[in-house]
């Protein structure tokens, strides 16, 4: 009888629990949600939340906010969203630079790479390096033996100073011995902008930042990060015997510490508007290539991804001491 009524209580207990997980998810959210982008207005990162926000906003059936907090190369909006309370209210755009390069090179507050828990990847990005159209060189190779022969002559307009992309630009300058000025701006877009207008003379960016621009005109490709459907006759790095992952993501990251339940239901929510037609439509318009990994998956591939990147930025002298 007494082991009856254990396996009663048992249930019982299970059952609550299982009901209040439910309820829980049921009821999440109640209020708007703040999506945290840590880089300028008409970037890579504010476009991707921008998206990510309008459908999940559909399906989640509240307003979600997005929120520019620009500053230190993408530091403040990272740092601001992991002392964030883990309640679900306010997300971050998870990229490899806030993510995984920022952490890296500095300790500013404690940050690092498990500061947050990964949730769902919906985009990967074909990072292109551009120059102004009516630039000498028709690839990155010639723009390597312009800048050898003339150290310091040549301006990298740098997206920002710990982005992804701008570390990842300035791990190839360093491997392939090029030398050149470098001039901060606070997103892709600023950036591309600078080439337009002659004050840089290369940058490296995203699609969102450069499709519109290559296609008008007004800017050239040099070489891309993969091959391209759209760019056919555009080299990519490795084509033109370079090493390295030339690769960008966006994401939807948590504060660590948030509810299981409220996990689930954002990834719930990335892996059906992932399969919307629409969504996929809004992505690939933007140059991006839809994308739906998530969970340990997805934790997995960054936790690769930091290893390489702490390897190499070890080997230039950025890490953080």
């Given at each position: 009888?007494?082991?009856?009524?254990?396996?009663?209580?048992?249930?019982?207990?299970?059952?609550?629990?299982?009901?209040?997980?439910?309820?829980?998810?049921?009821?999440?959210?109640?209020?708007?949600?703040?999506?945290?982008?840590?880089?300028?207005?008409?970037?890579?990162?504010?476009?991707?939340?921008?998206?990510?926000?309008?459908f999940a906003r559909k399906e989640l059936g509240q307003p979600i906010l997005v929120v520019n907090k620009t500053g230190a190369g993408g530091l403040t909006g990272t740092l601001y969203a992991s002392k964030a309370k883990p309640d679900g209210y306010t997300l971050f755009l998870g990229q490899a630079g806030p993510?995984?390069?920022?952490?890296?090179?500095?300790?500013?507050?404690?940050?690092?790479?498990?500061?947050?828990?990964?949730?769902?990847?919906?985009?990967?990005?074909?990072?292109?390096?551009?120059?102004?159209?009516?630039?000498?060189?028709?690839?990155?190779?010639?723009?390597?033996?312009?800048?050898?022969?003339?150290?310091?002559?040549?301006?990298?307009?740098?997206?920002?100073?710990?982005?992804?992309?701008?570390?990842?630009?300035?791990?190839?300058?360093?491997?392939?011995?090029?030398?050149?000025?470098?001039?901060?701006?606070?997103?892709?877009?600023?950036?591309?902008?600078?080439?337009?207008?002659?004050?840089?003379?290369?940058?490296?960016?995203?699609?969102?930042?450069?499709?519109?621009?290559?296609?008008?005109?007004?800017?050239?490709?040099?070489?891309?990060?993969?091959?391209?459907?759209?760019?056919?006759?555009?080299?990519?790095?490795?084509?033109?015997?370079?090493?390295?992952?030339?690769?960008?993501?966006?994401?939807?990251?948590?504060?660590?510490?948030?509810?299981?339940?409220?996990?689930?239901?954002?990834?719930?929510?990335?892996?059906?508007?992932?399969?919307?037609?629409?969504?996929?439509?809004?992505?690939?318009?933007?140059?991006?290539?839809?994308?739906?990994?998530?969970?340990?998956?997805?934790?997995k591939q960054v936790d690769a991804q930091y290893q390489e990147m702490h390897t190499l930025l070890n080997e230039l002298g950025y890490l953080a001491k």
């Open positions: 009888m007494g082991n009856f009524k254990k396996v009663i209580c048992s249930v019982m207990a299970l059952a609550f629990v299982m009901g209040f997980s439910m309820e829980a998810q049921a009821e999440y959210p109640k209020k708007p949600i703040t999506l945290v982008s840590p880089y300028g207005a008409g970037g890579d990162s504010d476009i991707s939340a921008r998206v990510w926000a309008e993510c995984i390069m920022v952490p890296l090179i500095t300790k500013t507050g404690g940050l690092n790479k498990d500061s947050f828990d990964y949730l769902s990847r919906f985009i990967v990005t074909n990072s292109g390096a551009v120059a102004n159209v009516d630039a000498p060189w028709s690839n990155l190779k010639e723009f390597q033996e312009a800048a050898i022969k003339e150290p310091g002559k040549y301006v990298f307009s740098s997206p920002s100073a710990t982005s992804w992309l701008a570390l990842a630009f300035r791990s190839w300058l360093f491997q392939n011995d090029v030398k050149v000025k470098v001039v901060e701006y606070t997103s892709g877009a600023e950036s591309a902008t600078s080439i337009i207008g002659n004050h840089g003379d290369v940058t490296f960016t995203f699609p969102p930042n450069y499709t519109s621009l290559v296609d008008s005109g007004k800017l050239k490709l040099l070489a891309l990060g993969a091959k391209s459907e759209k760019y056919p006759d555009v080299p990519t790095f490795a084509e033109l015997g370079y090493k390295g992952n030339f690769y960008g993501w966006s994401g939807i990251v948590i504060p660590k510490g948030a509810p299981q339940e409220i996990k689930d239901r954002l990834i719930e929510v990335t892996n059906i508007i992932s399969k919307n037609p629409e969504f996929i439509k809004a992505i690939k318009n933007l140059g991006f290539t839809p994308d739906n990994t998530s969970g340990a998956e997805w934790q």
